[in-house]
């Protein structure tokens, strides 16, 4: 069996205009490492796999995996990650460009540290500005409250107001967290084999967050690595299943609560009544604006 330092996997579906770049960004700058490319296209519908074969047929080190069904982001993963050979895995969304040796870096940084599980980088958005959802934590009833009631973003620099997306830290600072953005994680085969794959309960959002909550309770680490960046256009999958997208974003607050919280009848009540409304409004608000969209991984 050929064995590598890191196995890069990418889920496709419905991104071919963000492909070619995307991939030829990782064999361009991923340095001192060696690495293989697994890319699952999860039943696109925009030629994504005739395009991927044309591409990238005979490429080194990289294995195409096309899925009949849409079986979403959990399940499209861990096809790819049941065929990896790599002491680490690297989950990336076909809608980024990799910057310079980030994935290199953000290997370095995984690795040197034995208590260390899961790694993620600095997440930017087309603009430059970084996505929140690189590093962050598990909301409580408490930060949900701040961020509906904009308290998050009027005191964008308090600890207690904005410990969710952690704004009141540099951005340049490593930071232990909860969560790194699924859009680009980076976590050790071995973690992997102590705690299982993606949870397929979670259909597109939701499961990177309890994939890192399981490696934190088995006695990991989650860091976040400014050592780099990525771009991410975000949203891309998501665009193609808008009223899906946005139920299923939902329904992921939902399953991630009921999973790792004990059963308490009048708090179930509540959080279950709350994740009805937000729901019942992200819908009025997508029939009203199609533009609205729930963003992807990240």
């Not at 949870?199 to 890192?212: L, N, Q, R, S, V």
């Not at 939902?254 to 919280?261: D, L, P, R, T, V």
């Not at 009848?265 to 709350?274: R, T």
Request: proline letters at 2%.
């Amino acid at each position: 069996m050929v064995e590598y330092d890191l196995s890069v996997i990418i889920l496709n579906y419905n991104a071919k205009r963000f492909l070619e770049e995307c991939i030829n960004s990782i064999y361009e700058n991923t340095k001192e490492i060696k690495f293989e490319v697994i890319l699952v296209d999860n039943k696109s519908t925009d030629n994504s796999a005739e395009f991927i074969k044309e591409k990238f047929t005979g490429k080194e080190d990289f294995t195409f995996i096309e899925s009949k069904v849409n079986c979403g982001f959990a399940a499209g993963n861990n096809k790819a990650i049941e065929v990896s050979k790599g002491r680490a895995v690297l989950l990336l969304n076909p809608d980024t460009v990799v910057n310079g040796n980030v994935i290199g870096e953000t290997y370095k940084c995984l690795m040197k540290d034995d208590k260390v599980g899961v790694a993620g980088c600095k997440v930017l958005n087309p603009d430059g500005t970084l996505q929140l959802a690189c590093r962050r934590m598990i909301p409580t009833p408490k930060d949900a409250f701040y961020k509906i009631f904009g308290l998050s973003k009027i005191f964008k620099n308090n600890k207690k107001f904005t410990r969710y997306n952690l704004t009141y830290a540099s951005a340049d600072e490593f930071i232990d967290v909860d969560s790194v953005s699924g859009s680009y994680l980076m976590i050790k085969k071995e973690v992997i084999d102590k705690i299982g794959y993606l949870d397929e309960t979670f259909f597109m959002y939701g499961e990177e967050m309890d994939w890192c909550l399981r490696a934190r309770k088995a006695g990991y680490i989650v860091r976040y690595c400014p050592v780099g960046t990525i771009i991410h256009y975000k949203g891309e999958s998501s665009k193609q299943l808008s009223h899906k997208a946005t139920y299923e974003f939902y329904r992921a607050m939902w399953i991630f609560y009921k999973k790792n919280n004990k059963g308490n009848i009048f708090l179930d009540s509540i959080v279950w009544l709350g994740v009805k409304f937000l729901l019942f409004i992200a819908l009025i608000k997508l029939a009203i604006l199609p533009k609205n969209r729930v963003g992807s991984k990240g």
